[in-house]
């Protein structure tokens, strides 16, 4: 049954629309964005859909397929930051989009939601995101707002920021408004200028795997917050707004004056993980304008060496992929996302996929894991409407 006709199962009569946002994973670039630096993100095929019609009565109500749960009736002008929706479960993603559009402005009525969605949830994939999306994006057309694709994902991050209460960055809402069939995504996190990179495997006999570890370590909890917290002392330190602002070819004297002034080794690490991410973006997209798609295999390699030893996020899962994918030719792996498990990216040859894969799965089965997820990361669309 389509999620039309649910909803009119549901709410006895048919939606105005129905509208699809995806999931992405990154490609590069990790913790750089609230350092106001760089990304490079994809969209994933895997989306959120959701068959909405608006109200004018302040009533909203919010069902989802995926959770046994009944429908979720709330008021507009009741919606509250890090209330009872506020405070975790998924309504608590769309409600917070209500909220911050009103909050900017845009007189929503009410509306009623049935949403339902193939991103994997806990994977590092950003599922939140892409329900923030697509209500954001369904909402804005039937309310005929007129906000651009940017303006959209930033009222998305702002109800995760303050609505949910997740101090995330805004390249995931980003990416899932604005990715493009082919492309990833080069976000500048200052200004939120983007450019579409050409990202076609197909064309090169080459495909990106995601690997999702299915697992996720409580050790993730308040982590992001403290490394978040320490790259802002790093900036203060030396005397910038933010460390986008320490360029890679000072980086040594950077971490000289971090020593000098005695801050938490910690810290230092943190500065110098985020310097050298911001220029390993840099470096894929000139590799990837030069039509070297192979080139960046080495360069997730040392991402992933980044993130396990600098900004120590990662988890003997992840590490167990990264290391057993490329010993089994694969042309570069990194863990990708926020850490603690969730997922990495593994770039290989058409012709190695296969054996890439039942290799990290024997791996996995010999040190007594759970049986990864494995899919190919296919660049696709971005936010739209599909009827």
């Known amino acids: 049954m389509s999620i ?14 129905v509208w699809a946002a995806p999931g992405r994973v990154n490609l590069i670039g990790e913790y750089t964005d609230f350092n106001e630096g760089f990304v490079l993100p994809l969209a994933l095929p895997h989306t959120a859909v959701a068959a909405v019609a608006r109200r004018d009565d302040g009533v909203l109500r919010l069902h989802s397929a995926d959770i046994d749960a009944p429908v979720a009736e709330l008021r ?6 890090l209330s009872k929706y506020g405070q975790g479960g998924w309504a608590a993603y769309p409600a917070g989009v209500v909220w911050a559009l009103r909050e900017a402005g845009h007189t929503v009525t009410g509306a009623d939601l049935h949403l339902a969605s193939t991103v994997p949830t806990g994977a590092g994939l950003s599922s939140s995101a892409a329900l923030e999306v697509v209500t954001a994006y369904a909402l804005n057309d039937l309310f005929g707002f007129g906000l651009t694709a940017p303006e959209l994902a930033v009222l998305a991050q702002r109800a995760e920021n303050v609505f949910v209460g997740v101090p995330c960055g805004v390249m995931d809402q980003m990416a899932s408004a604005c990715g493009e069939e082919g492309h990833a995504l080069h976000l500048d996190c200052r200004d939120l200028s983007i450019r579409q990179v050409p990202f076609d495997l197909s064309d090169e006999g080459l495909q990106l795997l995601v690997v999702d570890t299915r697992v996720k370590h409580e050790l993730g909890d308040g982590a992001y917050a403290e490394r978040r917290a320490g790259c802002e002392e790093g900036a203060r330190v030396l005397g910038v707004s933010h460390l986008r602002d320490v360029p890679y070819e000072g980086l ?7 020593e000098r002034a005695e801050v938490d080794e910690k810290v230092v690490r943190y500065v110098r993980h985020i310097v050298s991410d911001d220029h390993r973006v840099e470096r894929v997209i000139e590799l990837l304008d030069a039509g070297d798609v192979r080139a960046i295999g080495p360069v997730l390699n040392e991402g992933h060496v980044s993130l396990r030893d600098d900004l120590r996020i990662s988890c003997p899962e992840l590490d167990l992929v990264v290391s057993t994918a490329v010993a089994s030719g694969a042309v570069g792996a990194r863990m990708t996302g926020g850490g603690f498990g969730g997922s990495a990216v593994v770039l290989v040859e058409d012709g190695d996929a296969e054996a890439v894969t039942k290799s990290v799965l024997a791996a996995f089965e010999g040190a007594g894991y759970t049986a990864p997820r494995v899919f190919a990361a296919v660049p696709s669309a971005g936010a739209r409407r599909l009827g």
């Open 4 to 17: 039309a006709a649910q909803f009119s199962d549901l709410y006895g009569y048919e939606p105005a629309g």
């Open 252 to 258: 040594d004297e950077a971490l000289a004056t971090l």
């Open 76 to 81: 507009v002008d009741e919606l509250t930051p």
